[in-house]
């Protein structure tokens, strides 16, 4: 079994930064691939961002340039450092694991950006 454990969330002004942490345990493959998504009221959990344990990372088109995705391996930890946050950035926030055919969800964590 894995767990996924998020921090880091907060309320934040337009422009700001917050930075977002998720440690994973239990039982971690060499390879896999966690990720950052985030949900609003009424929608889709979508992609933020992730990235694999060759550190090949992928972004939604709204955060490029903005969004920092990392991981430590030998920590079992990813990070998503947020610059530039807009309104349009507040959800709460989920780390994700995939390995083998396995998926696994953080509890998740609310980003709230406002003045």
């Known amino acids: 079994q894995v767990q996924l454990v998020e921090s880091g969330g907060g309320l934040v002004q337009p422009g700001g930064s917050l930075r977002l942490s998720c440690a994973a345990s239990?039982?971690?493959?060499?390879?896999?691939?966690m990720g950052w998504y985030r949900q609003v009221p009424g929608k889709q959990r979508e992609l933020v961002a992730d990235?694999?344990?060759?550190?090949?990372?992928r972004y939604d088109e709204s955060v490029k340039g903005r969004f920092t995705i990392s991981r430590d391996n030998a920590k079992n930890t990813v990070s998503l450092q947020m610059n530039s946050l807009k309104p349009e950035d507040t959800a709460v926030y989920y780390c994700k694991l995939d390995q083998s055919r396995y998926t696994y969800w953080g509890q998740g964590t609310q980003v709230t950006v406002s003045s």
């Open positions: 990235i694999t344990s060759g550190r090949n990372t």
């Open positions: 239990g039982s971690i493959f060499s390879f896999n691939v």
